[in-house]
């Protein structure tokens, strides 16, 4: 493990640190000042995300459609994905495809972290540097860690969270062979002492630094998320709370970035690509109209996370979160509007008064707000987790983590037209998720099943068309 750390940490100070491999010989890469480690510790979480760290998941939602007047020779790539195969890895015809890289390369931020956590306090420099160092390292352990739990691990269910299997828990740089799968609970455990801890020593550090670090903020927005998909209401409201009564929700513009270093509402960022979703269009897939209707014209998120393409048969949007006219920053944030809906559903759920933190949030998205509308206590929650849909697509994995806590998923299809170059459109294939489908949990990678034949996969269906 020391030697795949060294690799690692090689790999990460070549592309990130040129001031660094300037003072040393690039025989001896390890990092000795709190610049380096810090240097090393902000370029390994906010690289480009890849693969299922974030577009392939939004490929297995309902916010996602098909474009059938594209050739299958584009759509043809992520079908695989997009249909929820049972491996994911093998193409149509059985041939290992890279589709599920996640398990691997968050594991690899994991190891960064813990040999920050380990080895940082040997580092040249102050130590409110270190403490931040720790701090922050603790803080992207758990978000790792969330991102795999939610990804391979079984959905959360309260009655059976502490047999369920979740993730390993990788928790030191030694040295193990194989591992065994944690428990969902003992997951979510993890994550809330890992908060905790990072709480406690970004503050002890007193340090100040920019939005690509977390914040106390961004802690506690964490932590409401983990206590929400834990369905632990009181704690979920208590950390939302924390971050609404210090961050504020300006009203939003249908016209300007709205992520930035000077915008209050971001409380972090993070990831480097900026061509998110450009493979939208590229390859056959668009933004779903069914998700498109639920926008009301006065809601000016219609205009600011969506861009409408001219001369298309269909009518065609595509995402703007992401793209340079949304961020200033990275791809990936976390924002306030997150904890007025998760202090909204804790609330509603505890019988509290949901409505006014929803009728918040849509008054700073609202150009009209007498349009706005708030439904009564039969319909609130619904509209809450619609609310959820609306405000919070295509960041991170939100839509496919919402549905698999979901206790009554809606079921989801997705058409597949075979459409050929010259446009002749042959037949629609047809595949359908269903309420409590299994291939809500994506299979263990094989390379991973190959290495550890202990470790157990995660069961999932086949998934055959309907042809039309």
């Known amino acids: 493990m020391k030697k795949?750390?060294?690799?690692?940490?090689?790999?990460?100070?070549?592309?990130?640190?040129?001031?660094f491999l300037d003072e040393v010989d690039q025989d001896k890469l390890v990092p000795t000042t709190t610049e380096h480690f810090a240097a090393t510790l902000l370029f390994n979480n906010t690289k480009d995300l890849k693969e299922f760290e974030n577009r392939h998941t939004e490929m297995m939602t309902d916010n996602i459609d098909e474009n059938a007047y594209v050739s299958e020779q584009f759509k043809l790539q992520h079908k695989?994905?997009?249909?929820?195969?049972?491996?994911?890895?093998?193409?149509?015809?059985?041939?290992?495809?890279?589709?599920?890289?996640?398990?691997?390369?968050?594991?690899?931020?994991?190891?960064?972290?813990?040999?920050?956590?380990?080895?940082?306090?040997?580092a040249v420099g102050s130590q409110e540097e270190r403490d931040f160092i720790i701090g922050e390292a603790y803080f992207w352990r758990a978000y790792n860690y969330f991102v795999l739990t939610n990804l391979y691990g079984v959905p959360f269910n309260k009655n059976t969270a502490?047999?369920?299997?979740?993730?390993?828990?990788?928790?030191?740089?030694?040295?193990?062979?194989?591992?065994?799968?944690?428990?969902?609970?003992?997951?979510?455990?993890?994550?809330?002492?890992?908060?905790?801890?990072?709480?406690?020593?970004?503050?002890?550090?007193?340090?100040?630094?920019?939005?690509?670090?977390?914040?106390?903020?961004?802690?506690?927005?964490?932590?409401?998320?983990?206590y929400l998909y834990t369905e632990e209401w009181e704690e979920a409201e208590h950390y939302a709370t924390a971050v609404i009564e210090v961050n504020t929700l300006p009203k939003m513009n249908r016209s300007f970035a709205y992520i930035g270093e000077d915008k209050a509402s971001t409380l972090f960022s993070f990831g480097t690509n900026s061509t998110k979703f450009q493979w939208v269009l590229n390859n056959g897939y668009r933004v779903s109209p069914e998700l498109i209707s639920l926008y009301h014209p006065d809601d000016n998120r219609l205009y600011a996370f969506f861009s409408e393409m001219p001369g298309t048969l269909l009518k065609v949007y595509y995402p703007e979160k992401g793209e340079?006219?949304?961020?200033?920053?990275?791809?990936?944030?976390?924002?306030?509007?997150?904890?007025?809906?998760?202090?909204?559903?804790?609330?509603?759920?505890?019988?509290?008064?949901a409505s006014a933190d929803l009728r918040t949030l849509l008054e700073s998205r609202y150009s009209n707000t007498a349009s706005i509308t708030i439904k009564d206590d039969g319909e609130l929650y619904n509209q809450i987790l619609t609310e959820r849909r609306k405000e919070l697509c295509f960041e991170e994995q939100h839509r496919w983590f919402d549905l698999r806590r979901m206790k009554e998923r809606p079921t989801i299809t997705h058409r597949?037209?075979?459409?050929?170059?010259?446009?002749?459109?042959?037949?629609?294939?047809?595949?359908?998720l269903l309420p409590n489908d299994l291939n809500y949990t994506l299979p263990i990678p094989m390379e991973e099943r190959d290495k550890n034949p202990l470790i157990r996969n995660n069961e999932r269906m086949d998934k055959l068309p309907v042809t039309m």
């Open 4 to 19: 795949y750390i060294s690799f690692i940490l090689l790999s990460t100070l070549l592309m990130g640190c040129n001031d």
């Open 80 to 122: 695989q994905v997009y249909t929820w195969q049972r491996e994911i890895e093998l193409d149509i015809d059985g041939n290992r495809i890279n589709d599920n890289l996640a398990w691997s390369r968050i594991y690899e931020k994991i190891a960064i972290c813990n040999y920050m956590i380990e080895m940082v306090e040997d």
């Open 162 to 226: 502490h047999i369920d299997l979740g993730v390993p828990l990788r928790l030191d740089s030694g040295v193990e062979q194989t591992y065994n799968r944690a428990s969902v609970k003992a997951c979510y455990d993890q994550m809330v002492s890992d908060l905790r801890t990072a709480k406690d020593y970004l503050e002890k550090s007193g340090l100040k630094k920019s939005k690509w670090h977390p914040t106390l903020s961004a802690c506690d927005l964490l932590l409401s998320r983990c």
């Open 324 to 353: 340079l006219s949304f961020t200033s920053m990275g791809i990936s944030y976390l924002r306030v509007a997150e904890a007025y809906l998760n202090r909204a559903e804790a609330r509603y759920h505890q019988g509290g008064d």
């Open 416 to 432: 597949y037209t075979i459409t050929q170059t010259d446009g002749t459109m042959q037949n629609v294939e047809t595949y359908t």
